[in-house]
């Protein structure tokens, strides 16, 4: 057969991945591809750790019989698709937590089969998304979560405090709080900073708290040393867990306030001079340490200071951690079961608060359970002022 009669392997390729994906712009102009009938999207130019487009593709050309491409080919099919994905409608992609339809979140479990936690007004489903509805974006960040257990009746919320040195039924109601505040994709919340004496379990007390929302692989880590990087390991995770802070210089409390309410980076463009990039994000965030030192007034108004006592009998890691994992498929459904119930309490809004949804949250919370959340929480704000004073 003449070459002139032969299919090129450039339309192969595109047919196929018209085929099986579905392609996508965000408002940010980045081209995404969404294998038919799954909710996890990629950017086509990534070559991250966690598998690329590219990847994908090539590997589902080979399964399928139809063959293996050299790169030029491959870069020819996607430029294409690129360019005809800018056409389409714009969608938004989101890292574990999410808006849907008719007032429901959506929770991603991080699973490669693609289910999810939908809650919605009166309960929650473990389902798979519609792809047109719920857009997954996925990083290496992004640990999975077991399926949570149905009819905990409340005590995987137990298990969870059994587990952790809380100091106090306030503090360990404000920390319930915060994980519900962490399923709201639009709810900026404060930023618990666990507090106490040495050997109080701070660090285990965050990552017990970071785990229930970014599952076993979850953890603390250092601040980084520059905003940029800071902003970068926002981007790629729900939950950001900043552990042993020892000092807060200004530039790192200023990025930590945008970080809770949200901001917007905008810097140029790679391999362009006229062009940028722009990277908004509000994300939840935990931080521990012994004693920061001097805290400024409108960082203050955004943390939630938890405290923490030293237990009275130690346990091993392996123990603890074993016990944990066994247990977070019921705290995580019991979890789920209080959101359904706190967000269908009736509470009026605070209006003397700066974080007015985190302590509309605490009211809601109140409403449903009698806790004093928001009692707590204006304590909690009070003790912060006195220490900025």
């Known amino acids: 057969?003449?070459?002139?009669?032969?299919?090129?392997?450039?339309?192969?390729?595109?047919?196929?991945?018209?085929?099986?994906?579905?392609?996508?712009?965000?408002?940010?102009?980045?081209?995404?591809?969404?294998?038919?009938?799954?909710?996890?999207?990629?950017?086509?130019?990534?070559?991250?750790?966690?598998?690329?487009?590219?990847?994908?593709?090539?590997?589902?050309?080979?399964?399928?019989?139809?063959?293996?491409?050299?790169?030029?080919?491959?870069?020819?099919?996607?430029?294409?698709?690129?360019?005809?994905?800018?056409?389409?409608?714009?969608?938004?992609?989101?890292?574990?937590?999410?808006?849907?339809?008719?007032?429901?979140?959506?929770?991603?479990?991080?699973?490669?089969?693609?289910?999810?936690?939908?809650?919605?007004?009166?309960?929650?489903?473990?389902?798979?998304?519609?792809?047109?509805?719920?857009?997954?974006?996925?990083?290496?960040?992004?640990?999975?979560?077991?399926?949570?257990?149905?009819?905990?009746?409340?005590?995987?919320?137990?298990?969870?405090?059994?587990?952790?040195?809380?100091?106090?039924?306030?503090?360990e109601c404000l920390a319930i709080a915060w994980l519900i505040g962490c399923l709201g994709p639009s709810v900026p919340v404060p930023a618990p900073f666990l507090t106490g004496p040495q050997g109080a379990g701070k660090s285990t007390g965050g990552r017990m708290l970071v785990r229930v929302i970014e599952g076993m692989s979850g953890d603390l880590r250092r601040a980084p040393k520059d905003e940029e990087n800071l902003i970068a390991a926002v981007a790629a995770g729900w939950v950001t867990a900043l552990d042993n802070l020892s000092h807060m210089t200004p530039d790192l409390s200023d990025a930590m306030c945008c970080i809770v309410t949200g901001a917007e980076n905008v810097k140029r463009a790679l391999f362009t001079d006229g062009d940028v990039h722009r990277a908004r994000y509000r994300r939840p965030l935990l931080l521990t340490g012994i004693d920061v030192g001097v805290i400024r007034p409108d960082l203050a108004e955004r943390l939630l200071p938890l405290r923490l006592e030293r237990p009275k009998v130690r346990r091993t890691e392996a123990e603890l951690w074993a016990e944990y994992a066994e247990a977070l498929p019921v705290i995580l459904g019991s979890l789920l079961d209080l959101t359904v119930k706190v967000r269908a309490a009736q509470a009026d809004i605070p209006t003397d608060l700066r974080m007015a949804d985190f302590a509309h949250l605490c009211a809601q919370l109140d409403a449903a359970t009698g806790l004093g959340a928001l009692s707590a929480y204006r304590a909690s704000l009070d003790d912060l002022n006195d220490d900025v004073i």
């Not at 009938?37 to 598998?51: F, K, L, M, N, Y």
């Not at 080919?73 to 992609?93: W, Y």
């Not at 693609?114 to 960040?141: F, N, Y």
């Open 1 to 171: 057969m003449a070459d002139d009669d032969k299919n090129p392997a450039r339309e192969v390729i595109t047919d196929y991945a018209q085929t099986h994906f579905r392609y996508f712009r965000t408002a940010d102009g980045t081209v995404y591809a969404q294998r038919n009938g799954h909710p996890v999207a990629r950017p086509i130019r990534s070559q991250g750790t966690t598998g690329s487009h590219r990847q994908e593709l090539m590997v589902g050309l080979y399964r399928d019989g139809i063959g293996v491409f050299n790169g030029t080919a491959l870069k020819e099919a996607l430029d294409l698709i690129e360019a005809l994905a800018l056409t389409e409608d714009v969608q938004t992609v989101h890292i574990r937590v999410a808006p849907g339809f008719d007032g429901a979140t959506w929770l991603d479990l991080g699973r490669s089969d693609g289910q999810s936690v939908r809650i919605h007004p009166t309960g929650w489903d473990i389902t798979i998304p519609d792809p047109r509805e719920v857009c997954w974006r996925r990083t290496q960040l992004t640990g999975e979560l077991p399926l949570p257990a149905r009819d905990t009746e409340g005590k995987g919320i137990d298990l969870l405090l059994r587990l952790t040195n809380f100091a106090n039924a306030e503090t």
